[in-house]
């Protein structure tokens, strides 16, 4: 007991610092790939702590080894550094100051949260058992996404399990989020180009309408959710982007559609680009026109570890009591999270960080997205002591 009021205490003396890391990420967002001085910025602040073995796996990514004084698991603990191509709305002392570019989905606060688990893991170095793997990943947020890549150069080789989080603004401040087994979707992406015969507007008879066709493979996509998919399975068929045309008085050759397929269970997502061609096939063959189609998959669904997740829970009990603990349904959104769960046992649980007092409401990818700052502290002991436990 007298030990986790010792480390509640220096959480709390970190606590500020947390707040000051990530105001300072907010202002100074940069894409995916491109995170050069977000990526220098925590490997400097991580070199200042000492006890740290650093890298930097890919060119805008850092991990930190933390090897404790006794053997014991290997444990990997990660954080996003991305922002996303969206002007700022929100009028805040510290608003971005890069034009066009914005922390909109809470990376800068994961950022900002693991740097201060960092901070404080290094305090405790010799008493812990095993070794604590921070990484400080790039690209979250665009395909094929950096987690895919750091897996690939050995970040988690020998690693006993991996645990993310994401500040969540749907979720009230006060409140941690988790689910067993699928927790958010995989993503996958297509692109349809219907081909017709363009002529004049006036002369549909002359021509093969290529909008009247695409129109129907619009509508018809949607008979994949509603009637071949089990009503007890989750998918979603979003048509994203229709592009054709170029005058009123003009039947276009071709549409081009593009869109976007969640779901949660990878052996349905299997069926799903075979569903849509032969709809795609069907319609245009029906009316004469020809089509080309490409199917991309692009990031797995987060499938929570059983045993991981329960850890995750007992330490939300424990840390924040009861009523902090929120049972989640999964979410069809989609994170890369998913490409370290492929390599090692894993839990990705949800920080509340909306405030509705506050006015802290605008979902992630607004202009106005912001969170409660008070969430971050939230974060920071749910990793602490979740890592604690892991490794006693």
């Known amino acids: 007991m007298n030990e986790t009021k010792k480390v509640d205490e220096t959480i709390q003396e970190v606590k500020q610092q947390v707040i000051e890391w990530r ?20 490997y400097d602040t ?27 698991k290997i444990i990997a603990l990660r ?12 009028n805040l002392p510290f608003a971005s100051q890069n034009p066009g570019i914005m922390h909109a989905c809470g990376h800068d606060g994961h950022t900002a949260m693991l740097l201060g688990v ?17 990484i400080f990943q790039h690209a979250e947020e665009m395909f094929p996404g950096g987690a895919k890549e750091m897996t690939g150069v050995g970040v988690l080789d020998g690693v006993d399990l991996v645990i993310g989080t994401h500040l969540w603004s749907p979720l009230e401040k006060g409140k941690v989020g988790v689910a067993y087994g699928p927790m958010m979707a995989a993503s996958d992406t297509f692109w349809i180009t219907v081909n017709g015969k363009g002529g004049h507007a006036g002369m549909p008879h002359q021509t093969i309408d290529s909008i009247v066709i695409a129109a129907q493979v619009v509508t018809n996509l949607q008979q994949i959710v509603s009637r071949t998919t089990d009503p007890l399975d989750s998918v979603v068929i979003s048509v994203t982007q229709i592009i054709g045309g170029t005058a009123p008085n003009i039947l276009p050759g071709s549409v081009e559609l593009s869109g976007s397929v969640r779901n949660l269970d990878p052996s349905i997502r ?14 245009t063959e029906a009316h004469e026109a020809s089509y080309e189609f490409k199917y991309v ?3 797995s669904p987060v499938i929570n570890n059983h045993e991981v997740t329960a850890v995750i829970e007992e330490t939300v009990r424990e840390v924040f009591g009861e009523e902090a603990l929120e049972r989640l349904r ?5 994170e890369d999270f998913s490409a370290f769960m492929e390599k090692a046992p894993g839990c990705f649980f949800f920080v509340g960080a909306g405030n509705e007092e506050k006015g802290i409401t605008y979902p992630h990818h607004h202009a106005r997205f912001t969170i409660d ?20």
């Open 23 to 42: 105001r300072y990420l907010h202002q100074n967002p940069e894409l995916s790939y491109q995170e050069v001085k977000t990526s220098q910025f925590v």
């Open 46 to 72: 991580l070199q200042s702590f000492g006890h740290l073995e650093l890298s930097r796996p890919t060119k805008t990514s850092v991990m930190a080894r933390l090897v404790g004084g006794r053997p014991g």
């Open 270 to 283: 299997e069926t799903i680009p075979g569903k849509i061609e032969r709809i795609v096939k069907g319609i």
């Open 330 to 334: 999964p979410t069809m959104s989609a």
């Open 79 to 90: 954080a996003d550094l991305d922002a996303l191509p969206i002007q700022e709305e929100i």
């Open 118 to 134: 960092a901070k404080i893991l290094t305090q405790l170095q010799d008493q812990l058992a095993g070794e604590v793997r921070f």
């Open 373 to 392: 700052e008070e969430a971050l502290e939230i974060g920071v002991k749910t990793f602490v002591h979740a890592a604690l436990k892991f490794l006693a």
């Open 297 to 299: 998959y692009g990031y």
